[in-house]
């Protein structure tokens, strides 16, 4: 279709073979295998040499699509869609390293990927070593003949902190070292990451694109922009397979023996929210600046920490890379953790959960929940405070969220 706009691209994107009924919606293929008309097409299809689908597990019609529907728009060489955030950056991850092998990162992630780098991983022989990622010259003194990957979240949950994008995809680039990135805070509707030198992006397909915390999903967008030749462990399959060395090894092996595919019950339910996908997530980003301007205004309230806003240290960069809606979360800081426990037990309309960019907002306390298994000098050194709320602004207005909050302040 020659056009670029977003939404009109995927809601037109075609299926791979026509429907017997004509029906707009992609079916859902809710079977666990497929009938071939021969024993040579079998084999066609289970050594990789055909597309025809042959068992859920590994390739499904409806998630197929799905992930057709996003390679269109977003313009990458290949998606692959499995069943939860973490299972994409597990996956990805796993496809790149090896035992005695590295990977660049910051403290500053979600707490069930870093408790993967630092433990799962090292387990397996492969050493996380975390830095400051907004620091070029530390991440460059990281980086090695074993570095497999630079790893960060383009806008870090919930510290908030933002690095220069361009200036670790340099990096990565005259190391041989590929860029992969966490970009759930900022979806692909709004975001381009090829565009600042990501060659790998992971995504929880949960949050934005599921449209209301429908289902638990997670993407791997490899947009064919790195050269695996120089890879470790891909270097073989780069002389096989070229640029789709990373895809080819991560859906013929990786994925494949994991088992963590994509159901096509989800793939339905996801396909849907995507088509509503840019504009729930104006909505969602806009209400949340207008909160945090006002936010700053109450009284009890020590800290509001947006991006988007003016006065944040990393407004600039964020501007430069994300526009204006640098995404639906932010956060606050109050006196202490008595306070902000105060204030969650007392709000009336916010809800109390955990998950980021459901259509309800969604109120947290990091350090006790998500972190509360971490240690005390581990929580310090990723920068998790015990004063911190974290919000995640959904559809209702303004207005609404603003009074809620002041009204819990003051009970």
Known sequence: MDTTNFEARLLHAPYAKPDAYHALAMPVYQSVAFEFETAEAMEEAFCGRSQDHFYSRITNPTVHYFEDRVRLVTQALS????NSGMAAISNTLMT??????????????????YSFLKGTLA?????ARFCDLTNPEEVRAKVDDHTCAIFLEVITNPQLEIADLNALAAIGQAAGVPLI???TVVPFSSFDAKRFGVNIEVVSSTKYISGGATTVGGLILDYGTFDWSRSKVLKAWYGQYGQTAFTTRLRREIHRN??????????YMQSLGLETLQLRFERYASTALALAKRLQTLEGIVSVNYTGLEENPYYA?????FGAYPGAMLTFDLPSREACFRLINNLKMIRRATNLFDNKSLIIHPASTIYGTFGDKQRRE??????TIRLSVGLEPADDLFDDIKQALSD
């Open 79 to 82: 998606v692959t869609a499995l």
């Open 96 to 113: 790149v390293a090896y035992a005695g092998s590295n990977i660049v990162t910051s403290p500053h992630l979600f707490g069930n990927t």
């Open 123 to 127: 387990a397996f022989g492969v050493e």
């Open 181 to 183: 990135a966490d970009t």
């Open 258 to 267: 994991m088992g963590a595919y994509m159901t096509p019950q989800v793939a």
């Open 317 to 321: 960069i964020s501007r430069a890379q």
């Open 382 to 387: 990723m920068d998790i405070k015990e004063e």
